[in-house]
C-alpha cells in the first residue's frame, strides 16, 4: 500500500459510457497528477494539480475531464472515448509541486479497456 | 531522440549483479530517479540522486551517476527473482517542475 489509492482497478466501458476514475491520497501531500501508461509509450502526463489548482494540462483531449476537489482526492471523469484511449491510468502524488526533489508516489493505477 | 533513452530489456541470473543503464540529455538536470515497476502496480521510487553526487548506495542498489557522459546506472547487487520488473529511470530537467521517464527496461531474472 503505497498511501495513494486508484478505483476502480480494472473498468471495461463502451464508447458512449461516462465513467469515473477515483484517486485519493492519504500522504498530506499538495500535489496530484494524471499520467497515462500505454504498451510501448513512454509515461503521458495528462494533467497537473497543485493546491486544487490546475496547473498544467498536456493537449489532453476534452474527452477527458479531471477534478480536484481537494488536495487528498482527485478524478478523472470520461466520456466518449476511443478504443485507443485504453491504457492503464496512473495517478501520483507529491509533496508539492515545484522545487521538489522527493519524485511522485503512484498508485496502482485502472486498466481501462474501451470497447 | 528521446530525452531519456533506457534499453528495453535485459536479463540475468539470479545472484549475479544487474546494472541497468540510462541516458538523458538535459545537463542542467537536478535530481534523477530510478523508479520500480511490478506486474499489475504503478510506480514505486526506488532512489534518487542529485546531480551534485556521483554515486549513492542504499543496501543492495548502487547509483552511479556521470554528468559529464549524462549517464546514469542502477545496479542491483544478488539479483533475485522478486527483482523482475520493469525499471523506469527519470530527470527532471532544468527550469522544469515535471519529470520526464524513460520507456523502462524489463528485467528478467531466470534461475
Known sequence: ?115 | GEDVEQSLFLSVREGDSSVINCTYTDSSSTYLYWYKQEPGAGLQLLTYIFSNMDMKQDQRLTVLLNKKDKHLSLRIADTQTGDSAIYFCAENPGGSYIPTFGRGTSLIVHP
Open chain 1, 1 to 115: 500500500e503505497t498511501g495513494v489509492t486508484q478505483t476502480p482497478r480494472h473498468l471495461v466501458m463502451g464508447m458512449t459510457n461516462k465513467k469515473s476514475l477515483k484517486c485519493e491520497q492519504h500522504l498530506g501531500h499538495n500535489a496530484m497528477y494524471w499520467y497515462k501508461q500505454s504498451a510501448k509509450k513512454p509515461l503521458e502526463l495528462m494533467f497537473v494539480y497543485s493546491l486544487e489548482e490546475r496547473v498544467e494540462n498536456n493537449s489532453v483531449p476534452s474527452r477527458f475531464s479531471p477534478e480536484c476537489p481537494n488536495s487528498s482526492h482527485l478524478f478523472l471523469h470520461l466520456h466518449t472515448l476511443q478504443p485507443e484511449d485504453s491504457a492503464l491510468y496512473l495517478c501520483a502524488s507529491s509533496p508539492q509541486h515545484r522545487e521538489n526533489p522527493y519524485g511522485y508516489t503512484f498508485g496502482s493505477g485502472t486498466r481501462l479497456t474501451v470497447v
